[in-house]
């Protein structure tokens, strides 16, 4: 008889559980999962796939405005929101499915329900309680709304994804990302939008020079962007929402989305009874290997708080499948992971930002072009092209790679192996450019800022 029902048992199917129990479940381990919500998790449903989809609709408008300088004219311009989210909807039954079926075929029993964890080695669904050897907590995070009069009129990036109609006038608050890529899929496909932030400049961790030229391209786009500004109310009147703002000032809109946080999903999960300690943000405290404060619950993704990216909770899922069941102790790496914000330019980065060079004492050079996307030659629009290189003085070795343009988070991910292989700024100039690209310019950089 076996001890327990499972070698392992998930909560959660999104991109973390799915990789770690379908890779352990090729390795021989008996797995299960429980998912309550939509297979894929977040970024299958509410994150990084209809995100995308909504950009690549946004940024029609702007080919629209681009087209006359290349010879072309076009009828009338009409965008249906409907049309778009029920292609959406439809690309995403079809991912969950594909979810299904690579679970079905590693053999892992799927659960549809909502699973507690009871101690050590038991969970709770479908009043049954379960036993495995392991438990894997892979239960994501879900956006927070900070409470203040009226903050119940306002809506997070979840809804956003299934809104009824593209709201005329919208207003974007938080400076992450997320906000970020929100304020540039509703500018593009219509809506006058406005982003707030509290703080002096979005996109708080990026390069300095980043945020300053998105902030600019966006702005001149006509994205009405205030820092230093908050909501302090929302009252509704009829469907017209009217925020008041820290300055004074009240603006209304259709739709107010707030993009201030996420907190992991943990509460209510039992975590506690199992004495799974939990950091003060709700997110369960791991080390190296991703075990949790008791030996036989592991946790990935999103509810750790590490880095909340899908690629990084899938690698967090193998490694911890080679630790557990593949006899191979892995931890997952965190060097040079290529982030790109998808907003109107996007943006794509690697390694250390000139700040953070800088704030470790590093002796760098650092490297920045600014032009006019040659595509732009034509199309009249205003609009540069910004990239950057920050190199260690002392070895030669590239440190980071920024950069605001088309297709900047295309260009980054080679850029992030160069990285990972310690390429130096020499072998950055040795290589041959693509020409005519944007992308050439991070192999022939050659003068250093003073
Ligand atoms: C708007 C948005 C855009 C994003 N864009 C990007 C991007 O461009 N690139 C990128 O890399 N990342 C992006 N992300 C982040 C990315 O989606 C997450 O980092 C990733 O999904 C985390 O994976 P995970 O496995 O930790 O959690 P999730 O994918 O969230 O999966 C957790 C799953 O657990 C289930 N669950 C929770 N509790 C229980 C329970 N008790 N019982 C059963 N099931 C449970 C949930 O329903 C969910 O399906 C975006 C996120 C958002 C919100």
Redesign the pocket.
């Known amino acids: 008889m076996a001890q327990f029902d499972y070698d392992l048992f998930t909560?959660?199917?999104?991109?973390?559980?799915v990789r770690a129990s379908r890779v352990s479940a090729s390795f021989g381990a008996k797995v299960a999962v429980?998912?309550?919500?939509?297979?894929?998790?977040?970024?299958v449903?509410?994150?990084?796939i209809p995100?995308?989809l909504l950009v690549y609709a946004s940024h029609y408008g702007e080919d629209f405005d681009d087209l006359a300088g290349y010879g072309w004219s076009a009828g009338e311009r009409r965008f249906d929101w409907a049309t778009l989210i029920a292609n959406k909807d439809k690309e995403i039954s079809r991912l969950n499915g594909v979810y299904r079926k690579i679970l079905g075929d590693a053999g892992v029993e799927l659960f549809e329900?909502?699973?507690?964890v009871v101690d050590a080695h038991t969970v709770a669904i479908d009043g049954k309680q379960i036993t495995a050897k392991y438990i894997l907590i892979?239960?994501?995070?879900w956006?927070t709304v900070p409470k203040f009069p009226g903050s119940e009129h306002a809506m997070t990036?979840n809804e956003a994804f299934y809104l009824p109609a593209l709201p005329e006038k919208v207003i974007v608050v938080g400076g992450g990302?997320?906000g970020v890529?929100f304020a540039g899929i509703f500018h593009g496909l219509g809506a006058q939008t406005t982003q707030l932030y509290r703080g002096e400049l979005f996109l708080r961790g990026f390069d300095g020079d980043i945020r300053k030229t998105l902030a600019d391209e966006m702005r001149k786009r006509g994205v009405d962007l205030r820092f230093k500004t908050d909501i302090v109310k929302i009252e509704k009147n009829g469907g017209v929402l009217k925020a008041t703002l820290t300055d004074g000032n009240v603006i209304e809109a259709k739709q107010i989305l707030y993009a201030t946080g996420?907190g992991s999903?943990t509460p209510n999960?039992g975590l506690e009874n199992a004495g799974v300690q939990l950091k003060d943000n709700g997110a369960v405290v791991v080390d190296e290997y991703s075990k949790s404060t008791v030996d036989s619950i592991y946790a990935?993704?999103?509810?750790t708080d590490r880095m909340?990216?899908?690629?990084?909770?899938i690698a967090e899922g193998m490694a911890l499948a080679n630790t557990l069941f593949n006899n191979q102790p892995t931890k997952p790496s965190y060097l040079n992971v290529p982030?790109?914000v998808?907003s109107s330019p996007n943006c794509g980065t690697v390694g250390l930002t000139e700040e953070q060079a800088r704030a470790r004492n590093l002796k760098i050079d650092v490297y920045r072009s600014s032009f006019k996307p040659l595509k732009h030659t034509l199309t009249g629009r205003d609009e540069r092209t910004m990239m950057k290189l920050i190199v260690d003085q002392t070895n030669d070795k590239v440190l980071g790679c920024h950069m605001v343009g088309a297709e900047a988070g295309e260009i980054v991910q080679g850029l992030a192996v160069a990285l990972n292989c310690g390429a130096t700024k020499a072998q950055f100039d040795m290589t041959i450019g693509v020409h005519p690209s944007a992308a050439e310019e991070f192999v022939t950089m050659r003068t250093k800022l003073a």
């Open positions: 909560i959660g199917a999104g991109s973390g559980g429980a998912e309550e919500r939509y297979l894929g998790g977040t970024c449903n509410v994150g990084c995100k995308k329900s909502r699973a507690e892979a239960v994501g995070s956006p990036s990302y997320i890529e996420r999903k999960l990935i993704g999103d509810c909340m990216l899908t690629p990084v909770a982030t790109a998808f």
